[in-house]
């Protein structure tokens, strides 16, 4: 259907519309006109050309910076597009790696493909979405959150304002077989005025400011959600905002208010996201530490506080908390649910005689234990010539301990350096 013919029956559904919704339609046509003329972009734009093709094929997994300096060598290759794709691609391997096994998939421009959810992070977020009707993506990207969670509704709606990343994403929808979902281009704060009710809405602010500096605060990002918190919780059952893991989760809560949830996401125990549930509905907030597939849940609300448990005087064992909980900071909760001793109240280590199955960490057996005294030192390290070092509440820092310790970083031995309640500053030597 051509542009001029798609106005006309668009406009023609408008005028049978009731007064009441009419401007709410227009803006629905607006954007499916622009929409619409993007997607005629991408169908009528020769992109590559059977030579481009080969050469991305052939080259996949070649280093992009050498392949950038062969371009005299195949004038008939459009390079530029061949190396975005080449670059997007080997991303993909591990950042998206079920995208990555779809042959026909288009790649972005490299901030976009840094910007994007990883495969792990938006699978999480498609298990708290869950099931429903319609769901809305206001700050859509590259797509691969609202990929994930569209699987689990009958419609989905995507809003992104720059047209290359619209019809890229459009393109490759078709290709993964997502036919439920419209990919508008356009502004995302535009359609959350006329949208009708969802069942959920997803909105990841941009984090950074008109000079392209990073921001962290609730209200320095783009759109800012705080002004638009009452008209989010009117157009959908749920909002989950996406927020960076930097932000203190305790001042979005008590900035954003109607939060249900908390999730502190994690991988291969880095801390990646901060994901906020909210909705008009009042529930006592649920707080969930994710670590790949470890969740450690608490309520604040029903939280004892820390209280320092008596460090025994000997254990085997010592448990280092994974990074959601660090950022979580319910070292209470962890001492409390696992009946675990904390070295010290702002160590955040935990020690036990005996083996704890299922804590949220690593765990480490225990050698020795002994204090900065010189003659203690050259008897516990003799022979130890190498060491993985971590420092918690310390005062030297890593490097500065490892040139006083002598040793080179590395190797099988763990020593933590710490404090520990009565007992003053300690190094922990371990293994796992």
């Known amino acids: 259907m051509q542009l001029d013919e ?14 009441t919704s009419f401007i709410a339609c227009k803006v629905t046509i607006l954007f499916r006109i622009i929409s619409i003329f993007v997607a005629e972009i991408l169908k009528n734009k020769q992109l590559t050309n059977q030579a ?19 371009g005299a060598k195949h004038p008939e290759v459009d390079l530029h597009y061949a190396l975005e794709q080449i670059a997007g691609w080997q991303k993909a391997r591990t950042k998206l790696p079920s995208w990555s096994a779809c042959e026909s998939l288009v790649y972005p421009p ?12 938006a699978t999480y977020k498609a298990q708290i979405a869950g099931q429903g ?10 797509g691969v959150d609202a990929a994930f969670i569209a699987q689990g509704f009958q419609q989905a ?12 994403v459009a393109e490759n929808y078709k290709r993964l077989g997502l036919s439920q979902v419209e990919v508008f281009c356009g502004d995302g704060v535009e359609y959350l005025h006329s949208m009708e009710h969802a069942d959920l809405i997803f909105i ?17 990002c783009t759109p800012n959600v705080l002004k638009l918190r009452e008209e989010l919780l009117a157009k959908a059952d749920r909002v989950i905002l996406k927020l960076s893991p930097m932000l203190d989760w305790r001042k979005a809560v008590e900035d954003l208010r109607k939060v249900n949830e908390v999730h502190i996401v994690s991988v291969d125990n880095e801390c990646k996201e901060l994901l906020l549930v909210m909705s008009e509905t009042a529930k006592p907030l649920q707080v969930f530490c994710v670590n790949d597939d470890e969740v450690f849940a608490f309520s604040p609300a029903l939280s004892q506080g820390f209280s320092q448990l008596p460090v025994p005087s000997s254990f085997r064992f010592l448990y280092v908390p ?3 909980i660090m950022k979580a900071g319910c070292f209470g909760e962890l001492a409390e649910r696992f009946q675990m001793a904390p070295l010290d109240r702002n160590s955040h280590l935990f020690v036990s005689d005996d083996e704890v199955p299922g804590f949220p960490g690593r765990c480490f057996y225990v050698d020795k234990m002994i204090s900065m005294n010189k003659r203690e030192l050259k008897e516990a390290l003799a022979g130890i010539r190498q060491a993985n070092i971590a420092v918690r509440n310390f005062p030297l820092s890593v490097a500065a301990l490892r040139k006083r310790l002598k040793l080179q970083d590395g190797g099988d031995t763990y020593i933590f350096a710490t404090t ?13």
Do not use: W
Not at 110 to 121: D, F, G, N, R, Y
């Open 6 to 19: 798609t106005f006309i029956c668009l406009v023609h559904s408008a005028r049978t519309v009731e007064k």
């Open 133 to 142: 009707r319609l769901f809305v993506d206001l700050t859509a990207g590259f």
């Open 322 to 324: 994974n990074a959601s």
């Open 157 to 168: 709606v995507i809003i992104e304002q720059q047209e290359n990343l619209c019809a890229i």
């Open 204 to 220: 990841d602010p941009a984090r950074r400011d008109e000079h392209g500096g990073r921001t962290y605060g609730i209200a320095d």
């Open 420 to 432: 520990v309640a009565d007992r003053g500053h300690q190094l922990l030597i371990c293994h796992k």
């Open 110 to 121: 490299h901030l976009s493909m840094e910007q994007c959810s990883s495969e792990a992070t």
């Open 52 to 70: 481009t093709l080969d050469f991305i094929q052939q080259h996949r997994t070649d280093d992009v910076r050498r392949l950038a300096l062969q």
